[in-house]
Nanobody, 121 residues
Framework: QVQLVESGGGLAQAGGSLRLSCAAS????????MGWFRQAPGKEREFVAT????????DYTDSVKDRFTISRDNAKRTVYLQMSSLKPEDTAVYYC??????????????WGQGTQVTVSS
């Protein structure tokens, strides 16, 4: 079992920055990818960013491409989300996700408990 713990959320002014961290517990299984999702009140959870664990390739949703940066520390089994130029629209609970892939047909997903990010005008 992979356990994820997020940290770094809080309150920021519009135009400010925050850095989120998510640490994965030690596991027998190797991480395939880790990423971030967010969910605002009354809205569905949406994809924010992901990073491949072996190659480091990244992907972002369009609304954060030029403002957020996802990175990883493989040794620490930790993923980061550096958020800059924050907007009130970024306000949400941010969830870390870890993906373990045993085969093309067998994939496991683990979720963190979420960390609140609030951006004021």
């Amino acid at each position: 079992q992979v356990q994820l713990v997020e940290s770094g959320g809080g309150l920021a002014q519009a135009g400010g920055s925050l850095r989120l961290s998510c640490a994965a517990s030690d596991s027998t299984f190797e991480i395939y990818a880790m990423g971030w999702f967010r969910q605002a009140p009354g809205k569905e959870r949406e994809f924010v960013a992901t990073i491949n664990w072996s190659g480091g390739s990244t992907d972002y949703t369009d609304s954060v491409k030029d403002r957020f940066t996802i990175s990883r520390d493989n040794a620490k089994r930790t993923v980061y989300l550096q958020m800059s130029s924050l907007k009130p629209e970024d306000t949400a609970v941010y969830y870390c996700k870890s993906t373990i892939r045993l085969s093309d047909a067998t994939t496991y997903h683990y979720w963190g408990q979420g960390t609140q990010v609030t951006v004021s005008s």
